[in-house]
């Protein structure tokens, strides 16, 4: 998917983003991003991003009477940044906002949720694919953060519920994983 190329969790403001919420979570390094950013009901900070791009074309295309304005207008065809503006359209299904650009405006929200949506359509195949997450698979309520992360206050208590449900934790059935025990003799 071409939105999902654009930033990895490679990326230095991903990975501050993903250090962060696992510091908030107390897991360690190696844990699931997924099964983490699912825990908090966060997104990747590259949706922001994304959606400052359309926000932008917004501006220039509201601004009829700018200089800006006619620069782009004249080279819509040749402009690198808006053929990539085109694609990200197009990855979302929302290929006739080209054509018009009098719909950026009206359909600003309607990009948001559709690269929100695509995200979280991606974070959730690769955590029910994971059969590290298996068990998190069980507990897990979409698009909602589970309120022991609210409610408990003390760091710890909060780590221990979160190790075990994204499976982070010493046990042998994680342990045993490492170590090519056969998953039944762990």
């Known amino acids: ?7 990895k969790d490679s990326d230095p403001f991903e990975k501050l983003h993903v250090k962060f919420i696992k510091d908030i979570l ?9 099964g983490c950013r699912a825990e908090l ?13 359309f926000n932008y074309l917004n501006h220039i295309v509201s601004s009829e ?21 085109k694609s ?13 650009f009098n719909y950026v405006k009206g359909n600003l929200n309607s990009i948001k949720q559709r690269i929100n949506d695509q995200c979280l359509q991606v974070q959730n ?3 029910f694919e994971s059969k590290k997450l298996d068990f998190f698979k069980s507990v897990y309520i ?10 408990l206050k003390n760091r710890s208590d909060r780590a221990a519920i979160c190790k075990i449900r994204i499976s982070a934790h010493t046990l042998m059935i994680e342990r045993g994983r490492h170590l090519n025990i056969p998953r039944n003799e762990r």
């Open 125 to 127: 195949a690769n955590i």
């Open 88 to 100: 990200l359209l197009n990855e979302l299904g929302m290929s006739y906002i080209i054509n018009n």
């Open 142 to 151: 979409m698009g909602r953060r589970p309120p022991y992360v609210d409610i």
């Open 65 to 85: 009477n700018s200089l800006a304005y006619d620069i782009f207008t004249k080279s819509v065809d040749s402009n690198p940044w808006f053929i990539k503006v």
């Open 41 to 53: 009901n966060r997104i990747p900070l590259k949706n922001k991003i994304l959606y400052s791009i």
């Open 26 to 34: 107390g897991v360690h390094c190696k844990a699931s991003n997924d």
């Open 1 to 7: 998917m071409l939105l999902d190329s654009h930033f």
